[in-house]
C-alpha cells in the first residue's frame, strides 16, 4: 500500500482496515491492476476504472456515520439489499454503491460484483 492511499484515511483512520482488506483481495484476484488516488476516491483500473472506494463527504440521513464506499461499473442494474445506490450514469452503464461498515462485508457477493465490474471494464 502507498503512503498516498493511507494518507487518504487521514480524516477516518478507522477506515483503513477495511480499505487495506479490500484492496488485497483486488490485489490477490488482479495483480496487474493499477491503483490511483485522488482527492475523493482511489480508483482500480486495468484499461478502465472498474471499481471505485472512498469515504463519506457528507451525512446522508439513513446511512451510518462511517463507512467505506465500494464502486463499481456494469451494463445492468443488480438488485440487492446491500446496494445502497444504483444510478444510469450513460446508457447501459450503471454505477452501484456498497456502503461496507465491517471486514465480513467484503465477502463473496461483493467480490463477484466487483469481478464483474474488472470483466465489463477489460471488455470496453
Not at 68 to 92: D, H, M, T, W
Amino acid at each position: 500500500m502507498s503512503f498516498d492511499e493511507i494518507a487518504f484515511f487521514n480524516r477516518m483512520p478507522q477506515m483503513l482496515p477495511l480499505y487495506a482488506a479490500l484492496r488485497e483481495k483486488l490485489e490477490r484476484a488482479y495483480p496487474d491492476m493499477d491503483v490511483r488516488v485522488a482527492k475523493t476516491q482511489i480508483s482500480f483500473r486495468n484499461r478502465h476504472v472498474f471499481a471505485m472506494a472512498s469515504l463519506p463527504w457528507r451525512r446522508v440521513k439513513g446511512w451510518p456515520e462511517a463507512y467505506l464506499l465500494v464502486s463499481f461499473g456494469l451494463p445492468c442494474r443488480k438488485e440487492s439489499p446491500r446496494i445502497a445506490q444504483a444510478v444510469e450514469a450513460y446508457p447501459n452503464r450503471w454505477t452501484h454503491h456498497v456502503l461496507v461498515v465491517a471486514e465480513d462485508e467484503i465477502d463473496d457477493t461483493l467480490m463477484s460484483w466487483l469481478d464483474e465490474a474488472f470483466w465489463f471494464s477489460a471488455a470496453k
